[in-house]
């Protein structure tokens, strides 16, 4: 009869045979087996990135969230606070709520958890506000159960909490473009839907992101009524090209390519018309020394690759400029690339 000490390896082998994330080493296990409570960081995330309609975005640094979780013997998610933005704290109204319940009912863990949210991500601003706190759940629940799951796995849960502000906002539609890149770090490559294929993508080490949220609202919903069903095939092919582009000079740290590769031929065009000021913040932009400049989500927020600290805060100096000139209040950052993703702030174990 097989004893208690060989049922742990036992159990992982199988979860490891059935695709799940490598069985961690012995210390490791131990250590997150004793966790009771985690603080995390959940990153701020830029999609599309001009050429990569719902197929890329980018993990951020100097923005984003935090979150605490903590394990109860409770069956089930709560959402004990919840600072920053008026948002629900239902849990079946909350995204971080629904994401920790799909995170849950693929897990064998007999208890439920506790969840604290600090939002620093406004609502809207077109960073990944929902998808910070989607991420964050299932990421913080994973550690604290000892990483039974893959990150393409937390991707996938991660997108149920994406659905529900689909839902609200716009076509319900589960997108991965900003969980993935929260969750994996750094730029990634949403290559298919069905079946899910997340693939990283290498991140030039002196690329630095520059992000002015103009504070009017653009509506999702709004946003995505007015894009056409349908393009031309010229259109296409100067889109492909460029995302094909994007990537090849991401992983070869070709900024001239990288520059090159940041046109939006089909979404921009239509969208640019909803954010005021976008041609002329675009401009100046560009003229500070930006690499490309584009529509971050579905807006308002605008942002700029550039190389460099230095050129990535002349380039933010140059966009709030735009926005002084027209009366519009916005908020600014800028932000190295985010290799890592999630991040642990704080943990505590069991023994305090």
């Known amino acids: 009869m097989r004893g208690t000490k060989q049922s742990v390896p036992y159990e992982h082998e199988m979860k490891r045979l059935l695709g799940y994330e490598k069985i961690p080493r012995k210390d490791d296990k131990i250590e997150y087996m004793n966790l009771d409570e985690i603080k995390v960081f959940c990153p701020?995330?830029?999609?599309?990135?001009s050429c990569g309609f719902d197929v890329l975005g980018v993990a951020l640094d100097a923005v984003g969230d935090e979150m605490i979780v903590r394990k109860t013997p409770e069956k089930?998610?709560?959402?004990?606070?919840?600072?920053?933005?008026?948002?629900?704290?239902?849990?079946?109204?909350?995204?971080?709520?629904?994401?920790?319940?799909?995170?849950?009912?693929?897990?064998?863990y007999k208890g439920g958890f506790e969840i604290e949210?600090?939002?620093?991500?406004?609502?809207?601003?077109?960073?990944?506000?929902?998808?910070?706190?989607?991420t964050g759940a299932v990421w913080a629940m994973n550690q604290l159960l000892g990483k039974p799951f893959s990150?393409?796995?937390?991707?996938?849960?991660?997108m149920e909490g994406e659905r529900?502000?689909?839902?609200?906002?716009?076509?319900?539609?589960?997108?991965?473009?900003?969980?993935?890149?929260?969750l994996f770090g750094g730029f990634i490559l949403v290559r298919s839907y069905d079946p899910l294929d997340i693939i990283p993508i290498k991140s030039p080490s002196e690329l630095y992101a520059t992000i002015i949220h103009p504070q009017i609202e653009v509506k999702t919903s709004d946003s995505r009524k007015i894009l056409k069903s349908k393009i031309l095939l010229a259109d296409?092919?100067?889109?492909?090209?460029?995302?094909?582009?994007?990537?090849?000079?991401?992983y070869t740290e070709d900024y001239d390519l990288i520059?090159?590769?940041?046109?939006?031929?089909?979404?921009e065009p239509i969208r640019s018309i909803l954010i005021p000021g976008f041609d002329h913040v675009k401009s100046e932009a560009l003229k500070a020394g930006a690499l490309g400049c584009g529509i971050s989500g579905s807006g308002p927020s605008i942002f700029a690759l550039?190389?460099?600290?230095?050129?990535?805060?002349?380039?933010?100096?140059?966009?709030?400029?735009?926005?002084?000139?027209?009366?519009?209040?916005?908020?600014?950052?800028?932000?190295?690339?985010?290799?890592?993703?999630?991040?642990?702030?704080?943990?505590?174990?069991g023994d305090g």
């Open 151 to 158: 990150t393409s796995e937390l991707v996938k849960f991660a």
């Open 44 to 49: 701020a995330t830029i999609a599309n990135i």
């Open 117 to 134: 949210i600090y939002k620093k991500i406004k609502a809207g601003s077109g960073i990944g506000s929902s998808a910070a706190s989607s």
């Open 164 to 182: 529900l502000a689909s839902e609200r906002l716009a076509s319900g539609v589960a997108h991965a473009d900003n969980v993935a890149p929260a």
């Open 259 to 267: 520059g090159r590769s940041l046109v939006d031929h089909i979404i």
């Open 306 to 349: 550039s190389k460099g600290k230095r050129t990535a805060q002349k380039v933010g100096n140059a966009m709030k400029e735009v926005y002084q000139n027209i009366g519009v209040d916005y908020d600014v950052h800028v932000s190295k690339i985010n290799s890592e993703g999630m991040k642990i702030i704080k943990k505590r174990t």
């Open 236 to 250: 296409g092919i100067k889109q492909w090209g460029n995302v094909g582009g994007l990537i090849a000079g991401l």
């Open 76 to 108: 089930g998610i709560r959402i004990t606070k919840l600072e920053g933005q008026d948002l629900p704290m239902e849990t079946l109204q909350n995204v971080a709520g629904v994401a920790g319940l799909a995170f849950l009912e693929a897990s064998d």
